[in-house]
C-alpha cells in the first residue's frame, strides 16, 4: 500500500514539471505574440516613413547630377537644374509631412525619431547648398559629397527602421539596404564624371574620391546580393552577369588605373543611363516581394498563437487539477522533513561547531537525531538517509576540532621550546656584551643579539597561533616611547625606520609584550612591501578614543579589494588554515587585536603605499604618574 500511495504521489510530483512545462508553453504563445506585433510595427513604420525617403534619396541622386553638370558646363542648363531642384523641395515636404506627423510619431521609436530629426535638419541646409552651386562657389567634388551627406543621413534612417524580429527577413533586408546604398555610391559616381566629361578633365581630388566609390560599390553590391536568397538575388545576379555592369566595372577600373577620364566617354554615360533605372526597379519590386513575406509570416505568428493558446489552456487545467488532486500527501510530508534537516542544517550542526571551535567538548551522538513521521516508508528512509548524513558531519566536525587542539600543542610546545633557548641566548649574549669593550666584537654581538630577538618574535607568533598568551610579561606600565622603540627593534630591517615623536602615554605591563608584537608585525610588513631605499614613518599620539600608532610605508600599496578583505579579517580573524601560510604575520596581528580590544586599520598614504593605524583603547593606558616605568626589558 505504501509503494502504491508513492506511486501516486510522485504522479503528483511529475504533475509539477509539467505545470512549468505548460508556463513555458504560455510564455511561448506570449513570445510569438510579441513577435506578430513587432513584425507588425516595423511593416507599418517602413511603409509610412519609408517610401518617402525612397522618394527623397532619388531625387536627391539626379538634383546632385544636374548640379554637378551645372558647375562643369559652358553653358549650364539652368531650367533642367530647376525642374530638379522642384522635385527635390517636393519630396522634402511629403517626407516631412509624413514622418514628422501625429500617425508616425505614434508607431516610431525614440531611434527612428532621432534619426528622422537628423534627415530634416541636414534638409534644411539644401538653401545654403544651392546658393553656392548657383554663384559656383562650390567644385564638383565637394557638391557631390555634400548630397552625399544627406543620402547618408536618410541610409542611417533606414538602418533604424528594419526592425523586423525574424532573422531572415532582417537579412533580407539589410541585404537589400546595402544594395540601395551601392546604387548611391553609382550615383556619386555618374555625377562627378558627368561634370568632368563636361568640363573634359577628371581632378586629382576627384580621381582619388573615385578610388574610394568604386570598391566600395562593388563590395556592397556583392554583399548585398550573398546576403539574399534565392528567390530576392536571381534578378540581381542577372544584372550583374550582365554586360552594363560588366561595363560599368571596366570603366571604374580604367579611371581608377590611369587616373583619368575614359577614353570613351560616352560609354559611361550609356552604360550608367541603362544601369541605374534598371537596378531601381529591381529594388522597388524586391523590396515589395520581402513586405508581402512580412504580411504572409505575421498571419503565420496569428495561427500559430491561435493553437498554442488552446492547447495551453487544455495543459494547464490538467496539470493544475492532477497535481492539487494527488500532491497535497507527499507535499506536507517532505515539508515535516525539509523542517527537521533545515533545524539541524542551520541551527543544531552550526551551534556544535561553534561549541568546539571555542575548545569545548562535544560527543557525537550529544545532537538528537532527525525523526518524522510519516506513514510512507520512503520518506522514513530519506529521514533515515539524512539522519546517517548529520551523524557523520558531527563525527567530523569533533575530529577536525580535536585534530586543531592537536596541531595548537604541538605549536605551543614547539614554540615554548624554542621561547626558552631564545631567552637563554639573550641572556648569555647580554653578558658577552657587558664583557668586552672591543667595537668590532660588540658590532657582531649586536646584529646577533637583533637576530635572536627576531627569532624570538617568530616564536612568539606559533604560541600566539595556539591560543596561548605570549609568555614575556611586565609588572608595570611601559612608556609608549619604549613600546614602539622595542617593536622597531624587533625587525629586520629597523635602521630604514624613523621613530617620530611619540606623545606621553603608558601601556598596562600585561598588554605590553602582546602590543610589542603587533607593532613589529605591521612594521615588519611595511620594511618588506616597500622599496629598500625609501623610510617607514612611526608616529603615536593620545586621541578621544585612546592611543593611536600610524605605521606608514612609501610602497607600491594594494589594490581597494584586497585592502577591504585584510581589514576584515584583522577586524574579525577567521579560523587558522595551515595554507594560508602567507599571512601568517596579519593573523597573529588580528588574534593579539581582538584579544586586547585593539582596532587595526589599513588605509592608503599620501605617497602611494600603505599607512597602518592601530588604536589601542583606553583600558589598556594608564596614568604615567601612578608609578614606576619598566623598560622594554621583561621584568
Known sequence: MASQSLRFKLYSLLSVPIVALVGLWTFVAGHVLGDFFE????????????????????????ERRDSAVYLSAGQPDALRLADARRRTDQAVEQFRGTATGERASTVTTPEVRAAIDAVVERTQGLARLREKVDGKQSDRLDTVQAYGAITDTVFRLFDQLITVPRVQLYQQAIGLQRIAHARDLMSREDAMISGAVMSGTLEHDEYEAMEIFAPNRQLLMNE?????????????????????????????????????????????????????????????????LLTNRSDDAAGGIILRIGIVGVLGIAAILVAVIWSVRLGRGLVEELDGLRGAATDVAEVRLPQLVERLRSGQTAEADTSSPIS???????????????ESVRRTAVRAAVGQAELRQGLNRVFRNLARRNQSLVHRQLGQLDAMQRKTAEPDQLSDLFRLDHLTTRMRRQAEGLVILSGAPAGRQ???????????????????????????????????GSAAADVIHLLAELVENATVFSPPNTQVNVTG?????????????????????????LNRRLADPPEFDLADSDRLGLFVVGRLAVRHGIKVTLQRSAYGGTTAIVLIPPSLMTDPSTGDLAHTRPD
Open 224 to 288: 548585398g546580393v550573398a546576403m539574399l536568397d534565392t528567390e530576392l538575388r536571381g534578378p540581381f545576379e542577372r544584372l550583374l552577369e550582365g554586360a552594363d555592369s560588366k561595363r560599368l566595372a571596366v570603366l571604374e577600373h580604367e579611371i581608377v588605373e590611369d587616373a583619368r577620364l575614359p577614353r570613351d566617354t560616352t560609354a559611361w554615360q550609356q552604360t550608367v543611363t541603362r544601369l541605374g533605372p534598371w537596378l531601381d526597379q529591381l529594388l522597388e519590386s524586391r523590396v515589395l
Open 39 to 62: 513584425l507588425s510595427a516595423a511593416t507599418a513604420v517602413f511603409e509610412e516613413i519609408g517610401d518617402p525617403a525612397a522618394t527623397l534619396v532619388t531625387s536627391l541622386q539626379q
Open 474 to 508: 611586565w609588572r608595570r606600565p611601559v612608556q609608549m616611547l619604549d613600546v614602539v622603540r622595542g617593536a622597531v627593534a624587533e625587525v629586520e630591517d629597523y635602521l630604514r625606520v624613523t621613530i617620530h615623536p611619540i606623545s606621553e602615554g603608558t601601556l598596562t
Open 372 to 386: 518524522v513521521s510519516t506513514p510512507t516508508q520512503e520518506v522514513r528512509d530519506l529521514a533515515n538517509a539524512f
Open 541 to 565: 599620539e593620545l586621541v578621544a578614543r585612546g592611543f593611536a600608532v600610524e605605521i606608514e610605508d612609501r610602497g607600491l600599496g594594494m589594490p581597494d579589494a584586497e585592502r577591504d578583505e
